[in-house]
């Protein structure tokens, strides 16, 4: 079975400091994962994915996310917040059998940057 | 390309009262997944059609169906509407392969009262 577990509800940083967002998974499969950001009155979208090739994925925005199966882990970071990058993320993980793809995803972390 | 539409963007119904929810997927895009979002639980999928069929079904009670046109629009149903079920609904579109990109609408928001 597939499980996300974002380890962390909220996040608060100070604007220009680094940002780490955590994420565990479990899957029986090779697992795509992805991190979707969600802004106040907006849709998802997405920030990046991994897919099984580079374990370091670079995204939008200047974040990124490292997938270490080791550690069962894909965590977010950011070298430097920014004010706009106040929003909820999420974490996500596909299984696929063949064309059916279900998404399972974390119940979201949401991040505050202070001035 | 035009993104993932949903109408309507606001509904205010009643306990008991039914609502249809709409999708249109980005073109050329055949697979739509339905998603309820609320605080405490997050996103709980709801279902997936992909060509017309539903591919996938999530832990919902069967007063929330779907169903998707050949055009790929999706609407979902729900009947005998409860207190609870308000909550933000969110429609993906993907072209239904394996791990791609999930494009999402910026959902309906429905509150029941």
């Known amino acids: 079975a597939q499980s996300v577990t974002q380890l962390d509800s909220h996040v608060s940083v100070s604007e220009g400091t680094p940002v780490l967002l955590r994420c565990n998974y479990s899957s029986s499969y090779s697992p795509s994962l992805f991190w979707y950001v969600q802004h106040p009155n907006k849709g998802l979208q997405l920030l990046l994915k991994?897919?099984?090739?580079a374990t370091l994925v670079k995204g939008i925005n200047g974040f990124e996310a490292e997938f270490k199966k080791s550690e069962t882990s894909f965590h977010l970071t950011k070298p430097s917040a920014h004010m706009s990058d106040a929003a909820e993320y999420f974490c996500?993980?596909?299984?696929?059998?063949?064309?059916?793809?279900?998404?399972?995803w974390g119940l979201g972390t949401s991040l505050a940057v202070n001035p | 390309k035009a993104g993932v539409t949903q109408t309507p963007r606001y509904l205010i119904k009643t306990r008991g009262q039914q609502v249809t929810l709409s999708c249109s997927p980005i073109s050329g895009h055949r697979s739509v997944s339905w998603y309820q979002q609320t605080p405490g639980q997050g996103l709980q999928f709801l279902f997936e059609y992909f060509s017309e069929t539903q591919r996938n079904k999530g832990n919902f009670p069967g007063r929330f169906s779907g169903r998707q046109f050949s055009n790929s629009r999706s609407e979902m149903n729900v009947s005998t509407l409860e207190l609870g079920d308000s909550a933000l609904y969110l429609c993906?579109?993907?072209?239904?392969?394996?791990?791609?990109?999930?494009?999402f609408g910026q959902g309906t928001r429905l509150t029941v009262v």
């Open positions: 996500v993980v596909s299984a696929s059998a063949g064309n059916n793809r279900k998404l399972i």
């Open positions: 991994y897919t099984s090739a």
């Open positions: 993906a579109s993907t072209t239904g392969g394996g791990s791609t990109e999930a494009f």
